[in-house]
């Protein structure tokens, strides 16, 4: 599987838009681009994910760029219950069996207010 | 939809104990998954099965652990004989379908003390 970056830590203000960034420079062209997020003590949450094209849903939005070698997680109106590890995680194919995630060490989002 | 659903919570025990962790995918899905999370190594898979079948288990850390799928709806991940080193969080995951495109829910976790 591609490799990710993620910085280590971000800070956000509640009520504005927090804007996680992840490198995969490395990713291939049927590799797709997977969020997930840790609340202390709970089990990781699925958030979205992407191929090519940019994805919003009710949690959050995507931004994948043309060349997919990085991406942008944003969560629109941060609240002081978005406070978790964010992990980006490339998932490759695996052809005829499953596919599984690969987690890196994530970054940690402190919403403050 | 109830989720992921695994079991015990919360498990201490004694090293050398038997133990088993219990995990109930959701319903309809085929392909589940066992992760182990410390704070020293983050989240390790150890094993995955598609279609109750073991497709990797090459996580497993050595062979006092081991898991089954008996059925589409229902694994067990047992350690015997468990040591403190084993004490961390168990997650089970499930996915309907293996493609990299379906996505993987996860449990709310076991937690295991190992004293």
């Known amino acids: 599987d591609a490799k990710t970056t993620q910085p280590t830590s971000m800070d956000c203000a509640e009520g504005r838009a927090a804007n996680l960034p992840c490198n995969h420079s490395t990713i291939s062209g049927n590799e797709y681009v997977y969020w997930y997020r840790q609340i202390h003590s709970q089990g990781p949450q699925y958030i979205i994910h992407g191929l090519k094209n940019n994805e919003t849903n009710e949690m959050a939005s995507l931004i994948i760029t043309e060349d997919r070698k990085s991406s942008t997680l944003i969560l629109p109106h941060a609240t002081l219950r978005d406070t978790a590890v964010y992990y980006c995680i490339v998932r490759a194919e695996n052809a005829g069996t499953a596919s599984k995630l690969t987690f890196g060490t994530g970054t940690r989002l402190q919403v403050t207010l | 939809d109830a989720g992921v659903i695994q079991s015990p919570r919360h498990e201490v025990t004694e090293m050398g104990q038997e133990v088993t962790l219990r995990c109930k995918p959701i319903?309809?899905?085929?392909?589940l998954f066992w992760y182990r999370q410390t704070m020293m190594r983050g989240l390790e898979l150890l094993i995955y099965?598609?279609?109750?079948?073991?497709?990797?288990d090459s996580g497993m850390p050595e062979d006092r652990f081991s898991a089954k799928m008996p059925n589409a709806s229902f694994s067990t991940l047992k350690i015997q004989p468990s040591e403190p080193r084993d004490s961390a969080v168990y997650f089970c995951?499930?996915?309907?379908?293996?493609?990299?495109?379906?996505?993987?829910?996860f449990g709310e976790g076991s937690w295991l003390t190992v004293v």
């Open positions: 995951a499930s996915s309907q379908g293996g493609a990299s495109g379906n996505t993987i829910y």
């Open positions: 099965f598609n279609n109750n079948v073991p497709i990797d």
């Open positions: 319903s309809g899905h085929n392909s």
